[in-house]
């Protein structure tokens, strides 16, 4: 059973830049969860995918959009790239009707942006 | 307007001795109180979980403590040991955990 994979690892960018990361969820899981980690701060929910359906969004602007394919894994998009998007990006799988924490995260990518 | 917090950045314990983590939330609409725990370079892992019905949930060293009129949580960590030290987040959620609000954090270290 693979675990929940992130790339690129590391990745940095220009203001005024679009970015996309990627995610492979974990075998058998059909839900991604987006999250952007700030430095010195916890994750803050981005959006939900479950069957290639947003279900669900946190407080973030529509130039942060996602896509799920039919394999279930997923992607983030970042248009128009600002400094304050400088951050680590965690994605979570999970099987929808499991229990409550069956919520598995990824590495994380880590953005920077200048 | 953040609806969970963790007060304390840090804390330092010594080997063997109690750790004790605490979190605040303010909307009483959550159905799930959970801790992840993060090492450096690695995801939030999942440690335990509360439901908002209960009051206590033990899992082997770790018990969580769930206070609903005071909006408080607590993390019990017995005995203490050096492999523990990590950053320790406290999140709530509905019944979609995928969905979750985190705190930002606290930094426990164990001394030997």
């Known amino acids: 059973e693979t675990g929940v994979t992130q790339s690129p690892t590391h990745l940095i960018k220009t203001r005024g830049q679009q970015v996309t990361l990627r995610c492979s969820s974990q075998s058998g899981h059909n839900t991604v969860s987006w999250y952007q980690q700030a430095l010195g701060q916890g994750p803050q929910f981005i959006f939900q995918y479950y069957r290639e359906e947003e279900n669900g969004r946190g407080n973030f602007p529509p130039r942060f959009s996602g896509l799920q394919f039919p394999n279930y894994s997923s992607e983030l998009n970042v248009n128009a790239l600002e400094l304050d998007d400088s951050a680590l990006y965690l994605c979570?799988?999970?099987?929808?009707?499991?229990?409550?924490?069956?919520?598995?995260f990824g590495p994380g990518t880590r953005l920077t942006v200048t | 307007d953040q609806q969970v917090k963790q007060n304390s950045p840090s804390l330092s314990v010594q080997e063997g001795r109690i750790s004790i983590l605490n979190c605040d939330y303010t909307?009483?609409?959550?159905?799930?109180f959970l801790w992840y725990k993060k090492y450096p370079a690695e995801g939030p892992t999942f440690l335990i979980s509360i439901s908002s019905i209960k009051d206590k949930n033990e899992d082997g060293r770790f018990t969580v403590f769930l206070n609903k009129s005071a909006k408080h949580l607590s993390l019990h960590i017995v005995p203490s040991q050096p492999g523990d030290s990590a950053v320790y987040f406290c999140?709530?959620?509905?019944?979609?955990?995928?969905?979750?609000?985190f705190g930002d954090g606290t930094t426990l270290t164990v001394k030997p």
């Open positions: 909307n009483s609409m959550f159905d799930y």
């Open positions: 999140a709530a959620s509905g019944t979609n955990a995928g969905k979750s609000t």
């Open positions: 979570a799988s999970s099987l929808a009707g499991l229990a409550v924490h069956e919520q598995y």
